[in-house]
């Protein structure tokens, strides 16, 4: 059957490619599974369960809501929240039991006040910017004291160390090495001294590119999707793709030569030509620079997008001889027959990342979680 606009999402995929991540990892490191954005637009709660199933023991999310939305699913693992808090978004993640990130000890502080007496003590996981230059300190003094503040405060507890990488994907670039270079001594040291608390550096990137970056845990997000954070085959890692996005052909035309297709005829017909309308478009985010500029596939080959992508419509040229008729499935992200159309083929085309084109996936696009048992 087929539906206007479908993303279809293989939870068995997510699991393996976190059981693969896993085998990565030597030493007892731990995998945290990061399902911000909506899971990177694959559905939070389906993808944390099946993270976990696959060997995830932590998730992490960016926001206070993202973890509060997990915790109403049921969700009882433990949970990083990595973003910066207002102070309203700090309450909504002491409330959710969440673990929260700290570099200055006036938020500590605050983030202390909100603890409620006879409650498990807030975690915090004190972050060193060692050179992504967003969120954490980049003093080493400051960041000893905001975890001496946490150890010597009964209503937080030190939970972890941690830093960020810029460059990770990045192979032979020299800042990587550097970051990891300073963040290692802060971390070994506070490791020594409280061996209980969880050391972690590694996105996705790092994870694959220096086992040395593994610390307790890697936080990976991109790869659990099975998208490559180095933006090629993800076959190429072991990575399985989890997401696909189909719709159908609506209509198919026969177009004479000058006849145009869509708003402000960037395509017209230069011969006798067959052109199918998918009702699918930006208002779905399928980005409006991929306007002549993409593949869709339909029985298993590949037809160009034509003319300029509407809010609700694409057109695409099925050549001069088709068989193909209305209702026939169309597919933009996935494989069909032999054919085959990569997130990072999407993204290479319109100068972007794999992560931004799941992200952009509207919510009027509808999810469908197939479950590891039926793939
Ligand atoms: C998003 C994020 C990650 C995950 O990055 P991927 O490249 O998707 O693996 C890890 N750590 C932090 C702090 C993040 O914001």
């Known amino acids: ?39 990177y637009g694959h559905g939070d709660v389906w993808c944390a369960k099946a993270a976990l199933a696959g060997g995830a023991e932590w998730l992490a999310v960016a926001t ?9 699913h049921g969700i009882d693992t433990r949970i990083l929240v990595m973003g910066a808090l207002t102070h309203e ?44 230059g967003r969120l954490g300190t980049k003093d080493v003094s400051e960041a ?13 507890k030190l939970a972890g160390a941690m830093t960020h990488f810029a460059t990770a ?38 994870t ?30 072991g990575l399985e793709p989890a997401l696909a996005l189909s719709s159908y ?10 006849e145009s297709a869509g708003y402000g005829r960037r395509w017209s017909a230069s011969e006798p030509t067959w052109v199918g309308t998918v009702p699918i478009g930006y208002g779905d985010g399928w980005r409006r620079a991929l306007s002549n500029n993409c593949d869709v596939l339909v029985r298993g080959r590949r037809h160009p997008l034509i003319g300029t992508i509407s809010m609700d419509n694409i057109t ?16 933009l992200i996935g494989a069909q027959g032999g054919e085959r159309i990569l997130c990072e083929e999407v993204a290479e085309r319109i100068g972007t990342i794999n992560y931004e084109v799941t992200c952009g996936l509207s919510a009027r696009v509808r999810r469908q979680w197939r479950s590891a048992a039926a793939s």
């Open 1 to 39: 059957m087929v539906e206007r606009a479908l993303a279809a999402i293989d939870l068995g995929a997510i699991e393996r490619n976190c059981a693969h991540l896993r085998s990565l990892l030597g030493g007892g490191a731990r995998l945290c599974a990061v399902v911000k954005a909506d899971a």
């Open 64 to 72: 206070a809501g993202e973890a509060a939305e997990l915790r109403r």
């Open 89 to 132: 978004d700090a309450k909504v993640a002491v409330e959710a039991v969440a673990d929260v990130v700290v570099w200055d000890a006036r938020f500590a502080r605050a983030l202390a006040e909100l603890h409620t007496p006879g409650t498990v003590p807030v975690n915090v996981h004190v972050k060193l910017d060692t050179g992504m």
């Open 144 to 156: 000893r004291a905001v975890a001496d503040l946490a150890l010597a405060d009964e209503r937080l």
């Open 169 to 206: 994907d990045e192979e032979g670039d020299d800042h990587f090495p550097a970051q990891l270079e300073s963040f290692t001594p802060f971390a070994r040291e506070l490791k020594q001294a409280h061996p209980e608390i969880v050391v972690h550096a590694a996105n996705s990137a790092a």
């Open 208 to 237: 694959f590119r220096d086992s040395d970056a593994h610390f307790d845990m890697v936080r990976c997000g991109v790869a659990i999707y099975g998208l490559d954070p180095f933006q090629r085959d993800p076959a190429g890692r």
């Open 249 to 258: 052909l609506a209509t198919v035309k026969r177009f004479e030569p000058g």
């Open 316 to 331: 695409i040229e099925l050549g001069t001889e088709t068989d193909v008729e209305p209702g026939e499935p169309a597919v």
